[in-house]
T-cell receptor, first 116, second 112 residues
């Protein structure tokens, strides 16, 4: 399977714990995006990497959220001191310059986070 | 700010056409997209249209764009039960960070 993969698919945690999610983009894709999707809403952009550079992070929801892409391949999204309001689906997407001017983004299946 | 609006639900009979509507507010929108999301899955790009086009057809899908009214629609011909999903409209401007703004999604229910 050469699509975008995310791990884990489901995560249940207690309030106050830290969680980390991983995204593996399509191998030749240099752009990687993180979104949050809550029930009944569309994806909400969080942050974006081009290769290993994080080019946009002002839309991360709070300073409890951070993301890395150290070698320009896989990425991790960490949420510290989780709150119940963090419960959502976290989506990763990737794209490449050869996606064309429309910049088609390919989405992974998401990680569903439940904070108890 | 940018805003994308969609009706939340649409129910159609199998074999009929479905029309899902979307309005947006950003007059600098250059690319407009339709994504499909099936239960438990990520989003799949169905089609997109550039703002200088009025219509785009791709097999059973027809996208119509009224740039003056900032209105986008997706028509699915001969709707099948496998088309049941949530459909998201999204828009973005040219250049910049390539980040689309998504609507809340329209849940399409196809019944026999």
């Amino acid at each position: 399977d050469t699509g975008v993969s995310q791990d884990p698919r489901h995560k249940i945690t207690k309030r106050g714990q830290n969680v980390t999610f991983r995204c593996d983009p399509i191998s030749e894709h240099n752009r990687l995006y993180w979104y949050r999707q809550t029930l009944g809403q569309g994806p909400e952009f969080l942050t974006y990497f081009q290769n290993e550079a994080q080019l946009e992070k002002s839309r991360l929801l709070s300073d409890r959220f951070s993301a890395e892409r150290p070698k320009g391949s896989f990425s991790t999204l960490e949420i510290q001191r989780t709150e119940q309001g963090d419960s959502a689906m976290y989506l990763c997407a990737s794209s490449t310059r050869t996606s064309g001017r429309a910049n088609e983004q390919f989405f992974g299946p998401g990680t569903r986070l439940t904070v108890l | 700010g940018e805003d994308v609006e969609q009706s939340l639900f649409l129910s159609v009979r199998e074999g009929d056409s479905s029309v899902i509507n979307c309005t947006y507010t950003d007059s600098s929108s250059t690319y407009l997209y339709w994504y499909k999301q099936e239960p438990g899955a990520g989003l799949q790009l169905l089609t997109y249209i550039f703002s200088n086009m009025d219509m785009k057809q791709d097999q059973r899908l027809t996208v119509l764009l009224n740039k003056k009214d900032k209105h986008l629609s997706l028509r699915i011909a001969d709707t099948q039960t496998g088309d049941s999903a949530i459909y998201f409209c999204a828009e973005r401007s040219s250049g910049g960070s390539y980040i689309p703004t998504f609507g809340r999604g329209t849940s399409l229910i196809v019944h026999p």
